[in-house]
Structures are given as structure tokens and as C-alpha cells.
Nanobody
Framework: VQLQAFGGGFVQTGGSLRLSCAAS????????MAWYRQAPGKQRELVAR???????EYTDSVKGRFTISRSNTARRGYLQLNSLKPEDTGVYYC?????????WGQGTLVTVSS
């Protein structure tokens, strides 16, 4: 599976963005799909995760603001970012994992100005 993330950009506090992750290859529907982010000078952290069946989980700091979704037929994952804050700034990576398999996209930069 190859992943390509896009949709990042520069927004002001309170703005919104929609990130997309396009998957190529077979089996996307059986992978857990996730979004991680890495802020400048910080470690990469899990933002949100969605199972093949659609169950979701979020890190506490984004609950109520971000929404993860997926389309297995389109082989795409999405992350809707609302009410953005400067602390949401970072490179966002999509990830697909199943058993011992772990795939990463190249990252897309989100910058939120204060």
C-alpha cells in the first residue's frame, strides 16, 4: 500500500481544512487508518484512528474539533480539521496498519496563525 497525503495549508485561528489520504494497492479496506502529526521540535503523535468498520478514536486535544472518516471504495481517508488553533500546527501524516504491516504517507503541512 502506498499513501499520499494532501490538503494542508495556511489558515488563521478558527479556520478549517480537510486533509485527504489517497491509497494505492490492494487491501486498504482491511487496514486501520490513522492520522499523526509532528509539531516543530516535538515527537510525532497520534491524532485520530479509524478501523475498517468505522470505529474512531481521537487524542483528547482534538476531540470535538476534528473528524476522521474513510471511503473504502475510493481507497481514501480523510481528516476534517475545524476550529483550528496555533498548537495544531505541524506536519500531518496518514498511516495504514494491519498486523505487522505499517505504511506511511509523505506528510502535509498545516500552519495555523494566531
Amino acid at each position: 500500500v502506498q499513501l499520499q497525503a494532501f490538503g494542508g495549508g495556511f489558515v488563521q485561528t478558527g479556520g478549517s481544512l480537510r486533509l485527504s489520504c489517497a491509497a494505492s494497492g490492494n487491501g486498504f479496506s482491511s487496514f486501520v487508518m490513522a492520522w499523526y502529526r509532528q509539531a516543530p521540535g516535538k515527537q510525532r503523535e497520534l491524532v485520530a484512528r479509524i478501523t475498517p468498520g468505522g470505529s474512531t478514536e481521537y487524542t483528547d486535544s482534538v476531540k470535538g474539533r476534528f473528524t476522521i472518516s474513510r471511503s473504502n471504495t475510493a481507497r481514501r481517508g480523510y481528516l476534517q480539521l475545524n476550529s483550528l488553533k496555533p498548537e495544531d500546527t505541524g506536519v500531518y501524516y496518514c498511516n495504514a496498519a494491519r498486523g505487522g504491516l505499517d505504511y506511511w504517507g509523505q506528510g502535509t503541512l498545516v500552519t495555523v496563525s494566531s
